[in-house]
C-alpha cells in the first residue's frame, strides 16, 4: 500500500488530468476534423490506474 502522500498526489493528479481534458476537449474535436489526435486519454487513464493501485 503506497504512503497518504503519494495517493494525495496521484489523486490531484488524476483530478487536474480529468480537469485538463474536459477544458481541451473543443481543441481536441478541431484538431480531430484535421487528423491529429491529442493523447489526453492515455493521460487520464495512466493516471486513474495508478491511483487505483495505490488505493
Keep these: 500500500m503506497a504512503s497518504r502522500p503519494y495517493?494525495?498526489?496521484l489523486f490531484?493528479?488524476?483530478q487536474l488530468s480529468l480537469f485538463a481534458g474536459?477544458?481541451?476537449f473543443p481543441l481536441a474535436v478541431l484538431t480531430r476534423q484535421f487528423g491529429f489526435e491529442l493523447p489526453v486519454h492515455r493521460v487520464v487513464?495512466?493516471?486513474g490506474s495508478?491511483?487505483?493501485r495505490a488505493t
Excluded: K, N
Aim: charged content about 15%.
Design 7 to 9: 495517493t494525495a498526489v
Design 22 to 24: 474536459i477544458m481541451l
Design 12 to 14: 490531484v493528479l488524476y
Design 50 to 52: 495508478a491511483y487505483e
Design 45 to 47: 487513464s495512466r493516471l
